[in-house]
Structure formats: structure tokens, C-alpha cells
């Protein structure tokens, strides 16, 4: 088991490495969206707790799809970039707390092996290069 808790860590740290949304959400220069952040950041870390499962897991994986989804059809308004790293954050935070808690009695993250720890990860990098392609689409309509 360690050895897929170690795989799904070393996907993250990966994952992280090409696109971290806690580094983008930081970086914001508008004081309304850092005040925001704010607040977004501690909700976030208090869902922590209720991550339990891997359907908790891949719940939060829809949510940012949903979010990237949304904005893929209208024009760009300035939160809509904001909103998409968000979920992508809360996202994150989810796969980091199944593989922080793996082998955790408490949790039920065991039953996911590392042929679906790819497939949470396809499906990232998949939605991570559409919602590249809405802010793009954003920034040429600006």
C-alpha cells in the first residue's frame, strides 16, 4: 500500500510542479479577490474534514470541471479565472488529504489503485489545459 500512497504523492508534487493553484490564488493583485482569497483559502481548509472517500475526491474533481465548464461558452469576466483556480485548489487539496490519509482506518482511500490515481490525473491535466485555453480565449478578447 505505501507504494501507491508514495505514486499518488509523487502525481501531486507533479501535478503541483506544472500548474499550483495555491502559488496563482496568492498572486492575485486585486484587493477584492485577495480579500476574498482569504476567506475561500480557511472554507477550503475547513472541508478538509470531510474528505473521506475517493467519491469525495472525485466530487471536488467535478466541481472544478464544472467550473471550467461554465465559463467555457461566455465572455471572460475578471473572477472567472479566480473561480476556476479555486476549484482547481480545493481540487488539490483533495487528492492531498487521500494522500496524506491513504492507509487511514478512518478514511476509505485504499480501494483506489494507481491505474485510477492515473485516471484522477488524466482527467486534471485534460480540464487544466481547457480552462488554459478559456483564459486564453479570455485575454485575446480583452
Known amino acids: 500500500m505505501e507504494d501507491v500512497q508514495e505514486y499518488l504523492k509523487n502525481r501531486l508534487n507533479e501535478f503541483?510542479?506544472?500548474y499550483n493553484a495555491e502559488y496563482k490564488l496568492n498572486s492575485y493583485c486585486d484587493k477584492e479577490l485577495k480579500r476574498r482569497w482569504k476567506v475561500d483559502r480557511?472554507?477550503?481548509?475547513n472541508q478538509w474534514q470531510y474528505i473521506n472517500s475517493v467519491e469525495d475526491v472525485r466530487n471536488y474533481i467535478s466541481g472544478f470541471i464544472g467550473q471550467v465548464e461554465q465559463y467555457q461558452n461566455i465572455k471572460g469576466i475578471p473572477t472567472d479565472t479566480y473561480?476556476?483556480?479555486?476549484?482547481?485548489?480545493?481540487?488539490?487539496?483533495?487528492i492531498s488529504k487521500m494522500a496524506q490519509c491513504y492507509?487511514?482506518?478512518k478514511c476509505d482511500f485504499?480501494?483506489?489503485?494507481?491505474e485510477e490515481i492515473d485516471e484522477i490525473f488524466d482527467t486534471l491535466y485534460h480540464w487544466l489545459e481547457e480552462m488554459n485555453n478559456v483564459n486564453m480565449r479570455r485575454m485575446m478578447q480583452d
Open 16 to 18: 503541483k510542479q506544472g
Open 42 to 45: 480557511e472554507k477550503a481548509k
Open 83 to 94: 473561480d476556476m483556480d479555486l476549484a482547481l485548489y480545493k481540487a488539490n487539496l483533495a
Open 103 to 105: 492507509e487511514s482506518n
Open 110 to 114: 485504499d480501494s483506489c489503485g494507481k
